[in-house]
């Protein structure tokens, strides 16, 4: 009889490259790349803005002189800044609820079979991947006031043009519509993911127990889509809020201050104007005001959710 020959698997020995990067120190350091960026891009600028707003600076000098709350005190009895102020609510808070509310309509459509369902969801999605400088001037030729199309059919049953876009009635809502349409894709595109994620097994059972369509909307559809509406809202709100672009392209904020936002005024007092201390002081009334909302909204919206 043979003997049997056992033979045991050696095991790998651990180096010292491989003990440091498992240990919990050298993760640690792994952080710091992050923390750098963060750093250099956003705490930085922050609390240089911060500095900023409460100097005279014109943007370009060596020194600062330090005012006080001077610039803050502008801001808030600036009839101006009032007009610039219900302007970004407009373009944020109005542009998230057509856009969730279409978008929804469109995901609801879309969700259910049918032959066109890729194409029309493709067609609705591009002009969330176009640049929003590019969309606006796509739509300054569409409306501007000599030769724009729509312009030109409007004077075909009124008989003169019309400036939309030096209107402060009108141009206002134009800029609205303009970055719904645009944006519309992508909440369109959360809500499907989000239709997509409900099981056929809760419509089944509804239907047997007899409900009708808009109850299995409102008791199942609506209720579990809590979570993509949250999604929703929020990207939304701070893409409203924060808009620039296509006000920049449209309107370029004007006639006078009449369809800027805290971006665009920002913008303009900072480059044409040289007051860099109140551009800065708007730049921090613009971030209390996302902030503001898109927590409120945050926590408002996760309540619901837990409720249901």
Do not use: C
Not at 272 to 293: E, P, Y
Request: no cysteine; glycine share 8%.
């Amino acid at each position: 009889m043979k003997p049997s020959v056992v033979v045991t698997k050696a095991r790998p020995r651990r180096t010292t490259g491989m003990r440091l990067a498992k240990s919990p120190v050298m993760l640690n350091w792994m952080y710091l790349p992050a923390l750098l960026l963060f750093a250099v891009f956003i705490y930085y600028p922050f609390f240089r803005g911060l500095l900023i707003s409460f100097t005279d600076w014109d943007g370009y000098s060596q020194a600062l002189h330090y005012i006080g709350i001077d610039n803050y005190k502008r801001m808030l009895t600036d009839s101006r800044v009032h007009t610039v102020i219900i302007n970004t609510l407009i373009y944020g808070l109005g542009s998230t609820l057509f856009q969730n509310m279409f978008g929804l309509l469109y995901a609801l459509l879309l969700n259910k079979h049918g032959k066109a369902k890729t194409f029309v969801r493709v067609i609705v999605y591009i002009p969330a991947i176009v640049s929003p400088i590019i969309m606006g001037y796509i739509w300054y030729f569409l409306l501007q006031y000599n030769g724009g199309a729509i312009n030109d059919i409007i004077m075909a049953f009124t008989g003169k043009p019309v400036n939309l876009l030096a209107d402060p009635k009108v141009n206002v809502w134009i800029i609205m519509i303009v970055n719904t349409y645009q944006f519309l894709g992508i909440a369109m595109m959360i809500f499907l993911s989000g239709l997509q994620g409900i099981s056929k097994d809760y419509y089944e059972a509804a239907e047997i127990d007899g409900a009708s369509p808009l109850k299995r909307f409102a008791n199942i559809t609506f209720p579990l889509l809590a979570p993509a509406l949250t999604t929703s809202i929020i990207l939304n709100l701070i893409g409203g809020l924060k808009l620039f672009d296509v006000i920049a392209a449209l309107t370029n904020g004007g006639p006078g201050y009449a369809s800027a936002s805290l971006s665009t005024m920002m913008y303009q007092l900072y480059f044409a104007r040289q007051d860099a201390g109140l551009a800065a002081s708007l730049g921090n009334l613009m971030f209390l005001l996302i902030t503001v909302i898109s927590l409120t909204s945050l926590y408002f919206l996760r309540r619901k959710e837990l409720s249901q």
